[in-house]
Protein backbone atom coordinates (compact mmCIF):
# COMPACT_ATOMS: atom_id res chain seq x y z
CA UNK A 1 0.00 0.00 0.00
CA UNK A 2 2.52 2.44 0.87
CA UNK A 3 5.11 1.29 -1.95
CA UNK A 4 2.32 1.69 -4.44
CA UNK A 5 1.09 5.32 -2.86
CA UNK A 6 4.53 6.23 -3.29
CA UNK A 7 5.61 5.18 -6.56
CA UNK A 8 2.02 5.94 -8.36
CA UNK A 9 3.50 5.86 -11.80
CA UNK A 10 5.09 2.01 -11.20
CA UNK A 11 2.16 1.38 -10.16
CA UNK A 12 -0.39 2.38 -13.26
CA UNK A 13 2.09 1.35 -15.81
CA UNK A 14 2.25 -2.05 -14.25
CA UNK A 15 -1.89 -2.24 -14.42
CA UNK A 16 -1.81 -0.80 -17.88
CA UNK A 17 0.34 -3.81 -19.13
CA UNK A 18 -1.23 -6.27 -17.48
CA UNK A 19 -4.42 -5.26 -19.11
CA UNK A 20 -2.92 -4.93 -22.64
CA UNK A 21 -1.32 -8.66 -22.33
CA UNK A 22 -4.76 -9.83 -21.72
CA UNK A 23 -6.42 -8.21 -24.31
CA UNK A 24 -3.72 -9.74 -26.64
CA UNK A 25 -3.95 -12.93 -24.62
CA UNK A 26 -7.72 -13.25 -25.43
CA UNK A 27 -7.33 -12.50 -28.67
CA UNK A 28 -4.49 -15.49 -29.03
CA UNK A 29 -7.50 -17.41 -27.36
CA UNK A 30 -10.05 -16.27 -29.55
CA UNK A 31 -8.08 -16.89 -33.32
CA UNK A 32 -6.16 -20.74 -31.83
CA UNK A 33 -9.62 -21.63 -30.63
CA UNK A 34 -12.36 -20.71 -33.40
CA UNK A 35 -11.55 -22.74 -36.18
CA UNK A 36 -11.55 -25.90 -33.97
CA UNK A 37 -15.06 -24.57 -32.63
CA UNK A 38 -16.24 -23.50 -35.61
CA UNK A 39 -15.59 -27.34 -37.38
CA UNK A 40 -16.83 -28.89 -34.78
CA UNK A 41 -20.17 -26.83 -34.43
CA UNK A 42 -20.25 -27.20 -38.43
CA UNK A 43 -19.79 -30.65 -38.01
CA UNK A 44 -21.28 -32.00 -34.93
CA UNK A 45 -24.61 -29.56 -33.69
CA UNK A 46 -25.33 -28.40 -37.30
CA UNK A 47 -25.66 -32.23 -38.18
CA UNK A 48 -27.42 -33.22 -35.06
CA UNK A 49 -30.01 -30.06 -35.02
CA UNK A 50 -30.16 -30.95 -39.04
CA UNK A 51 -31.04 -35.26 -38.07
CA UNK A 52 -33.34 -33.88 -35.20
CA UNK A 53 -35.23 -31.44 -38.18
CA UNK A 54 -35.32 -34.19 -40.44
CA UNK A 55 -36.99 -36.83 -38.30
CA UNK A 56 -40.04 -34.02 -37.48
CA UNK A 57 -40.78 -34.94 -41.52
CA UNK A 58 -41.74 -37.78 -43.58
CA UNK A 59 -38.70 -37.17 -45.62
CA UNK A 60 -38.42 -40.11 -48.21
CA UNK A 61 -36.23 -40.18 -51.73
CA UNK A 62 -38.65 -41.66 -53.60
CA UNK A 63 -41.46 -39.12 -52.90
CA UNK A 64 -40.62 -35.49 -53.33
CA UNK A 65 -42.70 -33.79 -50.58
CA UNK A 66 -41.53 -34.04 -47.17
CA UNK A 67 -44.60 -32.96 -45.10
CA UNK A 68 -43.94 -32.08 -41.47
CA UNK A 69 -45.10 -34.78 -39.21
CA UNK A 70 -44.59 -34.06 -35.58
CA UNK A 71 -43.20 -36.94 -33.88
CA UNK A 72 -44.85 -39.63 -35.86
CA UNK A 73 -41.45 -41.28 -36.40
CA UNK A 74 -40.58 -41.85 -33.08
CA UNK A 75 -43.74 -42.93 -32.17
CA UNK A 76 -43.45 -45.40 -35.60
CA UNK A 77 -39.98 -46.22 -34.02
CA UNK A 78 -41.22 -47.11 -30.69
CA UNK A 79 -44.24 -49.89 -31.84
CA UNK A 80 -41.86 -51.23 -34.25
CA UNK A 81 -41.12 -54.81 -33.27
CA UNK A 82 -38.16 -54.10 -35.62
CA UNK A 83 -36.65 -51.91 -33.53
CA UNK A 84 -37.36 -53.14 -30.11
CA UNK A 85 -35.67 -56.75 -30.95
CA UNK A 86 -32.69 -54.76 -32.46
CA UNK A 87 -32.32 -53.19 -28.92
CA UNK A 88 -32.42 -56.16 -27.59
CA UNK A 89 -30.01 -57.33 -29.54
CA UNK A 90 -27.58 -54.62 -28.75
CA UNK A 91 -27.63 -55.15 -25.27
CA UNK A 92 -26.72 -59.04 -25.62
CA UNK A 93 -23.89 -57.86 -27.82
CA UNK A 94 -23.05 -54.95 -25.44
CA UNK A 95 -23.61 -57.35 -22.28
CA UNK A 96 -21.87 -60.42 -23.50
CA UNK A 97 -18.72 -58.83 -25.56
CA UNK A 98 -18.12 -56.66 -22.69
CA UNK A 99 -18.32 -58.89 -20.06
CA UNK A 100 -15.83 -61.73 -21.89
CA UNK A 101 -13.36 -58.86 -22.88
CA UNK A 102 -13.13 -57.38 -19.22
CA UNK A 103 -12.63 -60.97 -17.38
CA UNK A 104 -10.35 -62.21 -19.89
CA UNK A 105 -8.75 -58.93 -20.31
CA UNK A 106 -8.13 -58.70 -16.56
CA UNK A 107 -7.02 -62.11 -16.45
CA UNK A 108 -3.97 -61.35 -19.28
CA UNK A 109 -2.96 -58.45 -17.92
CA UNK A 110 -2.67 -59.84 -14.55
CA UNK A 111 -0.88 -62.90 -16.50
CA UNK A 112 1.64 -60.02 -18.66
CA UNK A 113 2.23 -58.44 -15.30
CA UNK A 114 4.08 -61.98 -14.09
CA UNK A 115 7.91 -61.89 -14.66
CA UNK A 116 8.86 -65.26 -16.79
CA UNK A 117 11.07 -65.07 -19.94
CA UNK A 118 9.88 -64.14 -23.23
CA UNK A 119 7.09 -61.59 -21.73
CA UNK A 120 8.25 -58.47 -23.22
CA UNK A 121 7.91 -60.69 -26.65
CA UNK A 122 4.31 -61.57 -25.62
CA UNK A 123 3.53 -57.46 -24.93
CA UNK A 124 4.58 -56.61 -27.91
CA UNK A 125 2.56 -59.09 -30.19
CA UNK A 126 -0.55 -58.78 -28.13
CA UNK A 127 -1.47 -55.53 -29.39
CA UNK A 128 -1.05 -56.70 -33.13
CA UNK A 129 -5.11 -57.71 -33.82
CA UNK A 130 -6.10 -54.25 -32.11
CA UNK A 131 -3.70 -52.79 -34.84
CA UNK A 132 -6.00 -54.85 -37.65
CA UNK A 133 -8.91 -52.34 -39.52
CA UNK A 134 -11.99 -53.21 -37.99
CA UNK A 135 -13.09 -54.29 -41.56
CA UNK A 136 -9.86 -56.50 -41.99
CA UNK A 137 -10.94 -58.21 -38.80
CA UNK A 138 -14.61 -58.96 -39.85
CA UNK A 139 -13.74 -60.21 -43.51
CA UNK A 140 -11.01 -62.59 -41.89
CA UNK A 141 -13.27 -64.20 -39.45
CA UNK A 142 -15.85 -64.29 -42.25
CA UNK A 143 -13.42 -66.10 -44.17
CA UNK A 144 -11.89 -68.33 -41.09
CA UNK A 145 -15.66 -69.09 -40.21
CA UNK A 146 -16.94 -69.91 -43.96
CA UNK A 147 -19.05 -72.89 -44.14
CA UNK A 148 -17.48 -74.75 -46.66
CA UNK A 149 -13.99 -74.07 -46.93
CA UNK A 150 -13.31 -72.41 -43.94
CA UNK A 151 -10.07 -72.86 -41.37
CA UNK A 152 -11.89 -73.18 -38.20
CA UNK A 153 -13.68 -76.09 -39.57
CA UNK A 154 -11.06 -77.60 -41.44
CA UNK A 155 -9.07 -77.54 -38.11
CA UNK A 156 -11.75 -78.82 -36.09
CA UNK A 157 -12.37 -81.64 -38.94
CA UNK A 158 -8.39 -82.42 -38.92
CA UNK A 159 -8.62 -82.56 -35.07
CA UNK A 160 -12.01 -84.71 -35.06
CA UNK A 161 -13.74 -82.86 -32.86
CA UNK A 162 -16.68 -82.36 -35.45
CA UNK A 163 -17.86 -84.66 -37.88
CA UNK A 164 -19.23 -82.23 -40.59
CA UNK A 165 -18.87 -78.79 -40.93
CA UNK A 166 -20.30 -76.29 -39.03
CA UNK A 167 -22.35 -73.12 -40.59
CA UNK A 168 -21.33 -70.37 -38.16
CA UNK A 169 -23.05 -67.90 -39.53
CA UNK A 170 -26.14 -69.58 -40.47
CA UNK A 171 -28.11 -69.24 -37.20
CA UNK A 172 -29.16 -66.09 -35.93
CA UNK A 173 -27.94 -66.66 -32.31
CA UNK A 174 -24.76 -69.00 -33.15
CA UNK A 175 -23.54 -65.42 -35.67
CA UNK A 176 -24.45 -63.46 -32.70
CA UNK A 177 -21.89 -65.28 -30.90
CA UNK A 178 -19.52 -65.56 -33.70
CA UNK A 179 -19.47 -62.24 -34.67
CA UNK A 180 -18.94 -61.21 -30.38
CA UNK A 181 -15.88 -63.83 -30.88
CA UNK A 182 -14.42 -61.88 -33.94
CA UNK A 183 -14.56 -58.36 -31.73
CA UNK A 184 -13.31 -60.22 -28.89
CA UNK A 185 -10.55 -60.91 -30.85
CA UNK A 186 -9.43 -57.27 -31.90
CA UNK A 187 -10.38 -55.46 -28.81
CA UNK A 188 -8.93 -57.70 -25.94
CA UNK A 189 -5.56 -56.08 -26.39
CA UNK A 190 -7.25 -52.66 -26.28
CA UNK A 191 -8.31 -54.06 -22.20
CA UNK A 192 -4.85 -55.54 -21.30
CA UNK A 193 -3.22 -52.13 -22.35
CA UNK A 194 -5.65 -50.35 -19.96
CA UNK A 195 -5.24 -53.32 -17.01
CA UNK A 196 -1.83 -53.53 -17.62
CA UNK A 197 -1.16 -49.92 -17.24
CA UNK A 198 -2.97 -49.91 -13.94
CA UNK A 199 -1.98 -52.68 -12.84
CA UNK A 200 1.75 -51.34 -12.79
CA UNK A 201 1.06 -48.28 -10.88
CA UNK A 202 0.08 -50.51 -7.74
CA UNK A 203 3.03 -50.48 -5.84
CA UNK A 204 4.28 -54.09 -4.79
CA UNK A 205 5.02 -53.62 -0.96
CA UNK A 206 1.12 -54.30 -0.72
CA UNK A 207 1.34 -58.03 -2.12
CA UNK A 208 4.72 -58.46 -0.06
CA UNK A 209 2.77 -56.99 2.95
CA UNK A 210 -0.49 -59.36 2.21
CA UNK A 211 1.90 -62.17 1.11
CA UNK A 212 3.87 -62.07 4.37
CA UNK A 213 0.29 -61.66 6.34
CA UNK A 214 -0.30 -65.08 4.62
CA UNK A 215 -2.98 -64.20 2.26
CA UNK A 216 -3.07 -66.47 -0.93
CA UNK A 217 -2.69 -64.71 -4.73
CA UNK A 218 -6.73 -65.10 -5.63
CA UNK A 219 -7.12 -62.89 -2.05
CA UNK A 220 -4.17 -60.88 -3.15
CA UNK A 221 -6.24 -59.92 -6.25
CA UNK A 222 -9.65 -59.82 -4.56
CA UNK A 223 -8.42 -57.56 -1.77
CA UNK A 224 -6.22 -55.38 -3.12
CA UNK A 225 -6.30 -55.41 -7.43
CA UNK A 226 -9.30 -55.40 -7.90
CA UNK A 227 -9.90 -52.51 -5.70
CA UNK A 228 -7.35 -50.12 -7.10
CA UNK A 229 -8.27 -50.90 -10.11
CA UNK A 230 -11.60 -50.19 -10.22
CA UNK A 231 -11.31 -46.56 -11.87
CA UNK A 232 -9.74 -47.80 -14.95
CA UNK A 233 -12.49 -50.70 -15.30
CA UNK A 234 -14.74 -47.88 -14.71
CA UNK A 235 -13.76 -46.04 -17.73
CA UNK A 236 -13.33 -49.02 -20.34
CA UNK A 237 -16.62 -50.35 -19.28
CA UNK A 238 -17.80 -46.94 -19.78
CA UNK A 239 -16.06 -46.32 -23.13
CA UNK A 240 -17.08 -50.01 -24.09
CA UNK A 241 -20.69 -49.25 -23.55
CA UNK A 242 -20.65 -46.17 -26.02
CA UNK A 243 -18.73 -48.29 -28.65
CA UNK A 244 -20.37 -51.41 -28.56
CA UNK A 245 -23.18 -49.36 -28.79
CA UNK A 246 -22.53 -48.03 -32.01
CA UNK A 247 -21.05 -51.68 -33.25
CA UNK A 248 -21.64 -51.51 -37.20
CA UNK A 249 -18.65 -51.96 -39.07
CA UNK A 250 -18.23 -55.52 -38.32
CA UNK A 251 -21.69 -56.66 -39.03
CA UNK A 252 -21.74 -55.03 -42.00
CA UNK A 253 -19.16 -57.11 -42.94
CA UNK A 254 -19.89 -60.43 -41.55
CA UNK A 255 -23.50 -60.89 -41.55
CA UNK A 256 -25.13 -57.47 -42.86
CA UNK A 257 -27.27 -58.08 -40.59
CA UNK A 258 -28.71 -61.54 -40.96
CA UNK A 259 -29.35 -64.27 -40.84
CA UNK A 260 -32.90 -63.45 -40.01
CA UNK A 261 -32.12 -59.98 -38.98
CA UNK A 262 -30.30 -62.02 -35.73
CA UNK A 263 -27.30 -59.74 -35.88
CA UNK A 264 -29.24 -56.00 -37.15
CA UNK A 265 -28.05 -53.91 -33.99
CA UNK A 266 -29.92 -50.51 -33.83
CA UNK A 267 -26.66 -48.95 -35.73
CA UNK A 268 -27.74 -51.34 -38.99
CA UNK A 269 -31.13 -50.89 -38.43
CA UNK A 270 -30.75 -46.94 -38.49
CA UNK A 271 -28.29 -47.68 -41.92
CA UNK A 272 -30.46 -50.30 -43.42
CA UNK A 273 -33.71 -48.17 -42.81
CA UNK A 274 -31.91 -44.92 -44.00
CA UNK A 275 -30.11 -46.29 -46.82
CA UNK A 276 -31.10 -49.04 -47.96
CA UNK A 277 -35.52 -48.15 -47.81
CA UNK A 278 -34.25 -44.71 -48.24
CA UNK A 279 -37.02 -43.69 -45.34
CA UNK A 280 -34.56 -40.97 -44.11
CA UNK A 281 -37.21 -39.34 -41.83
CA UNK A 282 -37.63 -42.65 -39.44
CA UNK A 283 -33.79 -43.08 -40.30
CA UNK A 284 -32.83 -39.67 -38.70
CA UNK A 285 -35.42 -40.29 -35.50
CA UNK A 286 -33.42 -43.81 -34.99
CA UNK A 287 -29.90 -41.58 -34.88
CA UNK A 288 -31.28 -38.93 -32.74
CA UNK A 289 -32.58 -41.23 -30.60
CA UNK A 290 -29.27 -43.19 -30.24
CA UNK A 291 -27.44 -40.40 -30.13
CA UNK A 292 -28.98 -38.67 -27.51
CA UNK A 293 -28.74 -42.12 -25.30
CA UNK A 294 -25.32 -41.86 -26.42
CA UNK A 295 -25.09 -38.02 -25.04
CA UNK A 296 -26.60 -39.16 -21.64
CA UNK A 297 -23.93 -41.76 -21.36
CA UNK A 298 -20.97 -39.80 -22.07
CA UNK A 299 -22.37 -36.93 -20.16
CA UNK A 300 -22.28 -39.79 -17.08
CA UNK A 301 -18.90 -40.71 -18.27
CA UNK A 302 -17.48 -37.03 -18.18
CA UNK A 303 -18.82 -36.43 -14.53
CA UNK A 304 -17.26 -40.35 -13.70
CA UNK A 305 -13.59 -39.11 -14.88
CA UNK A 306 -13.90 -35.81 -12.99
CA UNK A 307 -14.39 -37.51 -9.79
CA UNK A 308 -11.84 -39.84 -10.54
CA UNK A 309 -9.63 -36.76 -10.79
CA UNK A 310 -10.65 -35.15 -7.92
CA UNK A 311 -10.00 -38.52 -5.49
CA UNK A 312 -6.69 -38.34 -7.47
CA UNK B 1 15.61 -82.26 6.94
CA UNK B 2 12.60 -80.00 6.79
CA UNK B 3 14.56 -76.91 5.06
CA UNK B 4 15.39 -79.28 2.58
CA UNK B 5 11.19 -80.58 2.73
CA UNK B 6 10.60 -76.87 1.94
CA UNK B 7 13.33 -76.65 -0.58
CA UNK B 8 11.91 -79.45 -2.77
CA UNK B 9 8.25 -77.89 -2.39
CA UNK B 10 9.41 -75.04 -3.40
CA UNK B 11 11.41 -76.47 -6.45
CA UNK B 12 8.01 -78.55 -7.74
CA UNK B 13 5.96 -75.74 -7.16
CA UNK B 14 7.84 -73.27 -9.69
CA UNK B 15 8.20 -76.32 -12.00
CA UNK B 16 4.53 -76.60 -12.07
CA UNK B 17 4.14 -72.77 -12.33
CA UNK B 18 6.45 -72.39 -14.80
CA UNK B 19 4.65 -74.94 -17.39
CA UNK B 20 1.82 -73.03 -16.60
CA UNK B 21 3.27 -70.11 -17.46
CA UNK B 22 4.18 -71.46 -20.40
CA UNK B 23 1.06 -72.87 -21.68
CA UNK B 24 -0.66 -69.52 -20.77
CA UNK B 25 1.22 -67.66 -23.21
CA UNK B 26 1.48 -69.91 -25.82
CA UNK B 27 -2.05 -70.41 -26.09
CA UNK B 28 -2.22 -66.83 -25.90
CA UNK B 29 0.25 -66.00 -28.72
CA UNK B 30 -1.50 -68.67 -30.42
CA UNK B 31 -5.26 -66.78 -30.54
CA UNK B 32 -3.11 -63.47 -31.61
CA UNK B 33 -1.15 -64.63 -34.22
CA UNK B 34 -3.38 -67.19 -36.38
CA UNK B 35 -5.87 -65.14 -37.61
CA UNK B 36 -3.27 -63.33 -38.93
CA UNK B 37 -1.25 -65.92 -40.04
CA UNK B 38 -4.24 -66.84 -41.87
CA UNK B 39 -4.52 -63.35 -43.70
CA UNK B 40 -1.09 -63.55 -44.97
CA UNK B 41 -1.50 -67.38 -46.05
CA UNK B 42 -4.83 -66.76 -47.98
CA UNK B 43 -2.95 -63.75 -49.75
CA UNK B 44 -0.26 -65.75 -50.99
CA UNK B 45 -2.26 -69.16 -51.51
CA UNK B 46 -3.27 -69.80 -55.11
CA UNK B 47 -7.20 -70.07 -55.51
CA UNK B 48 -7.37 -73.95 -56.08
CA UNK B 49 -5.03 -74.35 -52.59
CA UNK B 50 -7.84 -72.15 -50.72
CA UNK B 51 -10.56 -74.38 -51.18
CA UNK B 52 -8.68 -77.82 -51.03
CA UNK B 53 -9.47 -80.35 -48.54
CA UNK B 54 -7.20 -81.38 -46.33
CA UNK B 55 -6.14 -77.89 -45.75
CA UNK B 56 -2.84 -76.50 -47.11
CA UNK B 57 -1.85 -74.64 -43.90
CA UNK B 58 1.57 -73.89 -45.83
CA UNK B 59 0.96 -73.47 -49.86
CA UNK B 60 2.57 -75.75 -51.85
CA UNK B 61 2.65 -72.87 -54.77
CA UNK B 62 2.70 -69.41 -52.71
CA UNK B 63 3.13 -66.73 -54.92
CA UNK B 64 2.85 -62.91 -54.46
CA UNK B 65 0.69 -62.24 -57.63
CA UNK B 66 -2.20 -60.82 -55.62
CA UNK B 67 -0.28 -58.23 -53.80
CA UNK B 68 2.17 -57.33 -56.88
CA UNK B 69 -1.46 -56.85 -58.95
CA UNK B 70 -2.27 -54.40 -56.29
CA UNK B 71 0.79 -52.31 -55.76
CA UNK B 72 2.51 -52.16 -59.36
CA UNK B 73 0.32 -50.37 -61.85
CA UNK B 74 2.48 -51.62 -64.78
CA UNK B 75 1.79 -54.23 -67.22
CA UNK B 76 0.19 -57.28 -65.80
CA UNK B 77 2.35 -60.71 -67.69
CA UNK B 78 0.87 -63.75 -67.09
CA UNK B 79 -2.80 -64.48 -68.31
CA UNK B 80 -3.73 -65.34 -64.77
CA UNK B 81 -2.97 -61.91 -63.80
CA UNK B 82 -4.78 -60.88 -66.49
CA UNK B 83 -8.23 -61.58 -64.46
CA UNK B 84 -7.24 -59.65 -61.26
CA UNK B 85 -6.71 -56.45 -63.07
CA UNK B 86 -9.76 -55.17 -62.33
CA UNK B 87 -10.04 -55.89 -58.60
CA UNK B 88 -6.56 -54.90 -58.27
CA UNK B 89 -7.01 -51.84 -59.80
CA UNK B 90 -10.19 -50.93 -57.32
CA UNK B 91 -7.84 -52.07 -54.26
CA UNK B 92 -4.75 -49.77 -55.58
CA UNK B 93 -6.98 -46.94 -55.79
CA UNK B 94 -8.64 -47.01 -52.72
CA UNK B 95 -5.03 -47.74 -51.02
CA UNK B 96 -4.12 -44.18 -52.21
CA UNK B 97 -7.22 -42.87 -51.22
CA UNK B 98 -6.89 -44.40 -47.64
CA UNK B 99 -3.34 -42.61 -47.48
CA UNK B 100 -4.34 -39.20 -48.90
CA UNK B 101 -7.55 -38.81 -46.46
CA UNK B 102 -5.73 -40.51 -43.77
CA UNK B 103 -2.06 -38.15 -44.25
CA UNK B 104 -4.28 -35.20 -45.04
CA UNK B 105 -6.90 -35.33 -41.93
CA UNK B 106 -4.29 -36.15 -39.60
CA UNK B 107 -1.94 -33.06 -40.87
CA UNK B 108 -5.05 -30.40 -40.29
CA UNK B 109 -5.93 -31.81 -36.95
CA UNK B 110 -2.69 -31.78 -35.29
CA UNK B 111 -2.56 -28.15 -36.40
CA UNK B 112 -5.87 -27.02 -35.12
CA UNK B 113 -5.82 -29.29 -32.36
CA UNK B 114 -2.55 -28.33 -30.82
CA UNK B 115 -3.09 -24.61 -30.59
CA UNK B 116 -6.76 -25.17 -29.02
CA UNK B 117 -5.30 -27.45 -26.78
CA UNK B 118 -2.39 -25.12 -25.82
CA UNK B 119 -5.60 -22.42 -25.05
CA UNK B 120 -7.36 -24.88 -22.81
CA UNK B 121 -4.47 -25.74 -20.71
CA UNK B 122 -2.63 -22.42 -20.49
CA UNK B 123 -5.29 -19.54 -21.28
CA UNK B 124 -8.16 -18.33 -19.01
CA UNK B 125 -11.17 -17.00 -21.37
CA UNK B 126 -14.77 -17.11 -21.16
CA UNK B 127 -16.82 -20.60 -21.78
CA UNK B 128 -13.67 -22.50 -21.55
CA UNK B 129 -14.72 -25.13 -19.29
CA UNK B 130 -18.07 -25.20 -21.26
CA UNK B 131 -15.73 -25.31 -24.86
CA UNK B 132 -13.77 -28.20 -23.16
CA UNK B 133 -16.48 -30.21 -21.73
CA UNK B 134 -18.81 -29.71 -24.40
CA UNK B 135 -16.87 -31.43 -27.62
CA UNK B 136 -16.11 -34.34 -26.10
CA UNK B 137 -19.70 -35.39 -24.96
CA UNK B 138 -20.28 -34.48 -28.80
CA UNK B 139 -17.10 -36.64 -29.88
CA UNK B 140 -18.99 -39.51 -28.44
CA UNK B 141 -21.94 -39.32 -30.83
CA UNK B 142 -22.43 -42.59 -32.73
CA UNK B 143 -21.19 -41.91 -36.22
CA UNK B 144 -24.46 -43.16 -37.65
CA UNK B 145 -26.39 -40.28 -35.76
CA UNK B 146 -24.12 -37.55 -38.38
CA UNK B 147 -23.64 -39.50 -40.88
CA UNK B 148 -27.52 -38.76 -42.08
CA UNK B 149 -27.40 -35.41 -41.83
CA UNK B 150 -23.68 -34.85 -43.28
CA UNK B 151 -24.70 -37.24 -46.45
CA UNK B 152 -27.42 -35.14 -47.43
CA UNK B 153 -25.48 -31.59 -46.42
CA UNK B 154 -22.54 -32.87 -48.63
CA UNK B 155 -24.89 -34.16 -51.78
CA UNK B 156 -26.37 -30.57 -51.77
CA UNK B 157 -22.84 -29.24 -51.85
CA UNK B 158 -22.10 -31.67 -54.64
CA UNK B 159 -19.06 -33.18 -52.28
CA UNK B 160 -20.51 -37.31 -52.32
CA UNK B 161 -17.78 -39.11 -53.30
CA UNK B 162 -14.90 -36.83 -52.90
CA UNK B 163 -11.67 -37.14 -50.88
CA UNK B 164 -12.34 -33.14 -50.20
CA UNK B 165 -15.82 -34.09 -48.27
CA UNK B 166 -14.22 -37.16 -46.52
CA UNK B 167 -11.54 -34.74 -45.75
CA UNK B 168 -14.07 -32.05 -44.06
CA UNK B 169 -15.73 -34.61 -42.17
CA UNK B 170 -13.05 -36.54 -40.52
CA UNK B 171 -12.36 -33.89 -38.21
CA UNK B 172 -15.63 -34.38 -36.63
CA UNK B 173 -14.34 -36.96 -34.48
CA UNK B 174 -10.84 -36.63 -34.66
CA UNK B 175 -10.04 -33.01 -33.65
CA UNK B 176 -11.74 -33.25 -29.80
CA UNK B 177 -9.07 -36.17 -29.66
CA UNK B 178 -6.43 -34.16 -30.19
CA UNK B 179 -7.50 -31.31 -28.30
CA UNK B 180 -7.94 -33.39 -25.46
CA UNK B 181 -5.15 -35.00 -25.58
CA UNK B 182 -2.51 -32.13 -26.19
CA UNK B 183 -3.94 -30.08 -23.62
CA UNK B 184 -3.12 -32.39 -21.34
CA UNK B 185 -0.11 -32.94 -21.95
CA UNK B 186 0.58 -28.97 -21.88
CA UNK B 187 -0.71 -29.07 -18.28
CA UNK B 188 1.72 -31.40 -17.82
CA UNK B 189 4.48 -28.69 -18.57
CA UNK B 190 6.13 -26.60 -16.09
CA UNK B 191 5.47 -22.95 -16.50
CA UNK B 192 8.66 -21.97 -16.26
CA UNK B 193 10.30 -22.03 -19.52
CA UNK B 194 7.64 -20.36 -21.15
CA UNK B 195 7.17 -17.79 -18.30
CA UNK B 196 10.96 -16.57 -18.83
CA UNK B 197 10.56 -16.54 -22.48
CA UNK B 198 7.60 -14.04 -21.47
CA UNK B 199 9.67 -12.06 -19.11
CA UNK B 200 12.13 -11.61 -22.49
CA UNK B 201 9.34 -10.08 -24.41
CA UNK B 202 8.02 -12.68 -26.18
CA UNK B 203 4.62 -12.83 -27.20
CA UNK B 204 1.80 -15.69 -26.70
CA UNK B 205 2.69 -16.54 -30.33
CA UNK B 206 6.01 -16.31 -30.00
CA UNK B 207 6.04 -18.11 -26.75
CA UNK B 208 3.57 -21.02 -28.48
CA UNK B 209 6.13 -21.23 -31.64
CA UNK B 210 9.72 -20.87 -30.44
CA UNK B 211 9.72 -22.52 -26.82
CA UNK B 212 6.16 -24.91 -26.62
CA UNK B 213 6.15 -26.64 -29.98
CA UNK B 214 9.61 -28.13 -29.92
CA UNK B 215 8.66 -29.53 -26.47
CA UNK B 216 6.07 -31.00 -28.24
CA UNK B 217 7.02 -32.96 -30.83
CA UNK B 218 7.13 -36.11 -28.71
CA UNK B 219 3.29 -35.96 -27.76
CA UNK B 220 2.76 -34.96 -31.47
CA UNK B 221 4.13 -37.35 -32.49
CA UNK B 222 2.07 -40.43 -30.36
CA UNK B 223 -0.75 -37.94 -30.97
CA UNK B 224 -0.50 -38.01 -34.85
CA UNK B 225 -0.31 -41.85 -34.93
CA UNK B 226 -3.21 -42.56 -33.43
CA UNK B 227 -5.13 -40.49 -35.19
CA UNK B 228 -3.83 -41.44 -38.62
CA UNK B 229 -5.06 -45.30 -37.10
CA UNK B 230 -8.29 -43.93 -36.50
CA UNK B 231 -8.58 -41.99 -39.67
CA UNK B 232 -7.25 -45.19 -41.69
CA UNK B 233 -10.06 -47.54 -39.72
CA UNK B 234 -13.03 -45.43 -40.26
CA UNK B 235 -15.68 -47.51 -42.46
CA UNK B 236 -19.43 -45.52 -42.07
CA UNK B 237 -18.74 -42.27 -43.14
CA UNK B 238 -16.74 -43.78 -45.81
CA UNK B 239 -19.26 -45.97 -46.47
CA UNK B 240 -21.73 -43.38 -47.02
CA UNK B 241 -20.16 -40.69 -48.44
CA UNK B 242 -18.74 -41.77 -50.87
CA UNK B 243 -19.96 -43.92 -54.27
CA UNK B 244 -17.39 -44.91 -56.55
CA UNK B 245 -14.10 -42.35 -56.86
CA UNK B 246 -13.12 -41.65 -53.38
CA UNK B 247 -13.89 -45.09 -51.48
CA UNK B 248 -10.89 -45.62 -48.92
CA UNK B 249 -9.42 -49.18 -48.53
CA UNK B 250 -12.11 -50.36 -45.85
CA UNK B 251 -15.13 -49.78 -48.25
CA UNK B 252 -13.40 -51.71 -50.62
CA UNK B 253 -13.00 -54.27 -48.99
CA UNK B 254 -16.01 -54.09 -47.57
CA UNK B 255 -17.72 -54.13 -50.87
CA UNK B 256 -15.56 -56.08 -52.30
CA UNK B 257 -17.72 -59.09 -53.18
CA UNK B 258 -21.00 -57.41 -54.29
CA UNK B 259 -18.73 -56.11 -57.08
CA UNK B 260 -16.36 -58.58 -57.90
CA UNK B 261 -17.94 -61.97 -56.31
CA UNK B 262 -16.34 -63.69 -53.44
CA UNK B 263 -12.69 -64.04 -54.00
CA UNK B 264 -11.74 -64.76 -50.53
CA UNK B 265 -7.79 -64.48 -51.73
CA UNK B 266 -8.12 -60.89 -53.39
CA UNK B 267 -10.16 -59.93 -50.30
CA UNK B 268 -7.42 -61.47 -47.97
CA UNK B 269 -4.45 -59.93 -50.13
CA UNK B 270 -6.26 -56.04 -49.77
CA UNK B 271 -6.63 -56.82 -46.31
CA UNK B 272 -3.07 -57.37 -45.59
CA UNK B 273 -1.94 -54.49 -47.66
CA UNK B 274 -4.64 -52.08 -45.40
CA UNK B 275 -3.19 -53.97 -42.00
CA UNK B 276 0.76 -53.79 -42.69
CA UNK B 277 0.77 -49.99 -41.76
CA UNK B 278 -0.85 -50.16 -38.81
CA UNK B 279 0.44 -53.58 -37.43
CA UNK B 280 4.30 -51.59 -37.88
CA UNK B 281 3.13 -48.46 -36.15
CA UNK B 282 1.90 -50.80 -33.88
CA UNK B 283 4.67 -52.76 -33.02
CA UNK B 284 7.46 -50.21 -33.70
CA UNK B 285 5.86 -47.61 -31.80
CA UNK B 286 4.26 -49.54 -28.93
CA UNK B 287 5.38 -47.77 -25.95
CA UNK B 288 4.26 -44.23 -27.47
CA UNK B 289 0.90 -46.02 -28.69
CA UNK B 290 0.24 -47.49 -25.02
CA UNK B 291 0.82 -43.97 -23.15
CA UNK B 292 -1.45 -41.84 -26.01
CA UNK B 293 -4.50 -45.13 -25.48
CA UNK B 294 -4.20 -44.46 -21.82
CA UNK B 295 -4.06 -41.15 -21.82
CA UNK B 296 -7.03 -40.68 -24.26
CA UNK B 297 -8.67 -43.70 -23.34
CA UNK B 298 -10.72 -42.69 -26.60
CA UNK B 299 -10.28 -45.82 -29.34
CA UNK B 300 -12.25 -48.52 -29.45
Known sequence: ?????????????????????????????????????????????????????????????????????????????????????????????????????????????????????????????????????????????????????????????????????????????????????????????????????????????????????????????????????????????????????????????????????????????????????????????????????????????IRTLRAGEVEA | MTARGTHRKWGRRNVTRQVLIGIIAVVFVLWTLAPIYWLFISAISPTAELASYPPHWFPEEPNFNRLRAILSSGLLSSSSMQTMARPAEFFRKALGNSFVVSLTTTAICLTLGTLSGYAFARLRFPGRRLFMLLPLALQMLPPIALAIPLFMLLERIRLIDTLFGLILVYPSFLLVYVIWIMSSYYQSLPNELEDAARVDGCTRLGVFTRVVLPLSRPALFSTGLLTFLLAWDEFLYALVLTTNQAKTMPVAIGEFSTQFGVDFGMMMAGGLLASIPPILIAVLFQPLLVRGITAGSVKG
Do not use: C
Open chain 1, 1 to 301: MHRSGSQPHHFLHKVRRRSSNQRAESRFAFWSVSPSLILMMGLIIGPMLYAFWISLHRVNFMFPERPFIGFENYVDMFQDQGFQSSLLRTLYFMAVSILAQVILGLGLAEFLHLDFRGRNVVRVLMIIPWAVPTIVNGTLWLWILDGSTGALNHLLLQLGLIERDIIWLGRPFLAMNMVILADTWRMLPFYVIMFLAGRQAIPDDLYEAAHIDGASAWQSFVRITFPLLRPVVLVVLILRTLHTLRVFDIIYVMTRGGPAAGTTTVTFLTFFTTFKFQNFGKGSALAFFTGAATLIMALFY
